[in-house]
């Protein structure tokens, strides 16, 4: 087992390097940039304050550069047809498009094998200090959705699978219908208009992880308000995946109920009960209980992203999708490359719970 850890530890490396290189040429290849974007900014801007006035003399040109290597965008040109191309060259410098794109490449790859992301186009913070900011509200939002899903799942589906047929399974299986259905960011909308501010009820907070008196809490009220905060964003995801486990759940024990080594056991006379929870359980469970890291992963990457921005949470999901909009470079390569370490790491973890769950299975009699 130490020897496939190894391995897959050691694959990780040429699979990162692949997916920031595949990322890269895209980004290269797709229209607009932070260089363009700021120059389309500061061309569109035609109020006349107290920023044009200082373009106006015979120093404009030199205070405008000025103004562009220290940051100060804002203060720059306004109102004019066009930037003075060395101003434009000023800001290539400042954002790194003055070097090709291959050796802002490898620059980006040498800085991130040792988690250094550079500092954000925008924000004036580095990259590193936002990630760490952001990734426990992704994690602690996918990981309670996880274990609420696998709680309601688990159970349900084994009693669907034990009443196949019955008025119980036909019911719940129009709530799993609904589940599959309807996308989690409706269900997110259906809640906030019921219960925090819309048409009904003001139960909840609209939007945050925490309130503004956040510090001048308790213990017992910081943990009292996160949950309050959280209930909604966490219910959106929980009701659309469920439904997926919940079959899962079922089909597997359906599946291990009808084998042999069952019969077998009822016919020696044991009870249900021992049969279900004693035999198909941890058969029918393997593969349930190990996909763990995959669902959390799933959830991670897909709900908590439109649940992130729809409840204004500051994860990394709502960093990455605004970095993208504001072509902010070292965000959208730091947040893709954070995202795809966890992805590895997850998928790791993932086989190592097989293992765990079944000591049978043996991976180091396969190929990675």
Known sequence: MLNYIIRRLLL??????????????????????????????????????????????????????????????NAVYRGARGLDPEIVEQIKKMYGFDKPPLERFLMMIKN??????????????RVIDLVLRTLPVTLSLGLWSTLLVYL????????????????????????????????????????ILLFAGGNYLSWFPLK??????????????????????????????????????????????????????VLTARAKGLSEK?????????????????????????????????????????????LGYEAVINRDYPVMFGTLYIFTLIGLVFGLLGDLMYVAVDPRIDFNRRDV
């Open 274 to 318: 021992q049969v279900l929870y004693g035999h198909v359980f941890r058969n029918a469970m393997l593969i349930v209980i190990a996909g763990f890291p995959a669902a959390l992963l799933s959830i991670i990457f897909s709900s908590s992203l439109i649940i992130e921005i729809i409840f204004s949470l500051n994860g990394l999901g709502l």
């Open 152 to 191: 309601i799942s688990i159970p349900l589906g084994i009693r669907k699978a034990v009443r196949d047929g019955s008025a119980f399974d036909v019911w719940t299986s129009w709530a799993i219908i609904i589940g599959y259905a309807i996308p989690s960011f409706l269900f997110a909308i259906l809640l």
């Open 12 to 73: 990780m490396i040429p699979t990162l390097f692949g997916i920031m290189v595949l990322n890269f040429l895209i980004v290269q290849a797709a229209p607009g940039g932070p260089v363009e974007n700021v120059v389309a900014r500061l061309t569109d801007i035609t109020s006349a304050d107290s920023a044009t006035s200082r373009i106006s003399g015979a120093g404009s040109d030199m205070a405008a550069k000025g103004d562009i290597q220290h940051g100060n965008l």
């Open 112 to 125: 991130y094998a040792m988690f250094d992301f550079g500092e954000s186009f925008f924000r004036n913070e």
């Open 208 to 261: 945050g992880l925490t309130s503004d008196n956040w510090e001048e809490l308790s213990f017992a009220g910081k943990i009292g308000d996160y949950f309050w905060h959280i209930t909604l964003p966490v219910v959106a995801i929980v009701i659309t995946k469920f439904a997926y486990l919940t079959m899962f759940t079922k089909n597997s024990f359906m599946d291990e109920i009808n084998k042999q080594y």
